[in-house]
């Protein structure tokens, strides 16, 4: 699924990956674990084509995303899903319309997209919520949105950046559980964090990274 061969980036001077290397298989739940600053979220932004590395190549479903073009990332996006730490939500927006936006210009009927946007909002538990906007929604259901937006395009690789960072440690717990749920269904998962608990709880593949490098890589791992 994702494969990232001596992956180098360089911001000025500064070294944030340093000839890393790792390979992702189809269908895994991976946490991204390491101090501030040792390149989890860069690593995150390289996959999903936000920045360039400036040495290596990196695969995501056979794809080189070093070779395509500008023009092409929307289209790989439609591959992927991704979550992140601020939720990004539109907030003159509903529950529904935020899920729907991402799919209203796939060129699918109305039908389709009521139910597939329906269908999103049943797996993290908000269809009752389907009319709020995100300010009359706590953080926790926020992220839930989020996280139906990513997968309400059926896309086989989801990326979580700091899904919990915002959140309270029971409110962090379910919405890893609804993450592991995905997961079950066949989605891999990547997700960087720095919670500890949860990387203990979960047991599931733990990278470790340092200094841009991957210093550890256990299967049914805790943090440390």
Known sequence: MIRLT???KEYGEHRALDDLNLHIKVGEFVFLVGSSGAGK??????IYREELPTDGEILVGGIDVTKIKYSQVPQL???MGMVF????LLTNQSAYDNVAYVIRALGMSTKEID???KGALKVVGLLHKIDAKPSELSGGEQQRIGIARAIV???PLLIADEPTGNLDPQTSLEIMEILEQINLRGTTIVVSTHDQAIVDRFKKRVVTLESGK???DVYSGTYE
Do not use: A, E
Request: glycine letters at 4%.
């Open 6 to 8: 001596n992956i180098t």
């Open 41 to 46: 979220s860069t690593l995150m932004r390289l």
């Open 77 to 79: 996006r439609k591959c």
């Open 85 to 88: 730490q601020d939720f990004k």
């Open 115 to 117: 139910m597939r946007v």
């Open 153 to 155: 395009n059926g896309p």
């Open 214 to 216: 991957v210093i550890r």
